[in-house]
């Protein structure tokens, strides 16, 4: 599986941005998709996820401001970031895992397949 990730950029404080990450083939229900980041000098760390159903799964530092979504038809993974602070700065990833189980969904190492990253930079 490739993954194109896309719609990076830079914004102000309390904007917003819409990720796109396109598969190059249908992930089915035994997969699960991803969103990680990587800021400066930081660990890639998990940011949300979701699975076939829809269920969706999200850090603590993004919950009720990022939104994650998948459609399947077009086999492409989201993820919409309201209030962005500079804290979000990153370089985001995309990625799917197949067969992740759910006390492993925040684990990089649980995924197969990443995306190149798409750089998110939040300042004013």
């Known amino acids: 599986v490739q993954l194109q990730a896309s719609g990076g950029g830079s914004v102000q404080p309390g904007g917003s941005l819409r990720l796109s990450c396109a598969a190059s083939?249908?992930?089915?229900?035994?997969?699960?998709m991803g969103w990680f980041r990587q800021g400066p000098g930081k660990e890639r760390e998990f940011v949300a996820a979701?699975?076939?159903?829809?269920?969706?799964y999200y850090s603590d530092s993004v919950k009720g401001r990022f939104t994650i979504s998948r459609d399947n038809a077009k086999n492409t993974l989201y993820l919409q970031l309201n209030s962005l602070n500079p804290e979000d700065t990153a370089v985001y990833y995309c990625?799917?895992?197949?067969?992740?189980?759910?006390?492993?969904?925040?684990?990089?190492?649980?995924?197969?397949?990443w995306g190149q990253g798409t750089q998110v930079t939040v300042s004013s």
């Open positions: 083939e249908r992930t089915g229900g035994s997969y699960a």
């Open positions: 990625a799917v895992g197949r067969g992740v189980i759910l006390s492993n969904l925040r684990n990089v190492a649980a995924y197969d397949y």
């Open positions: 979701i699975r076939y159903s829809g269920t969706t």
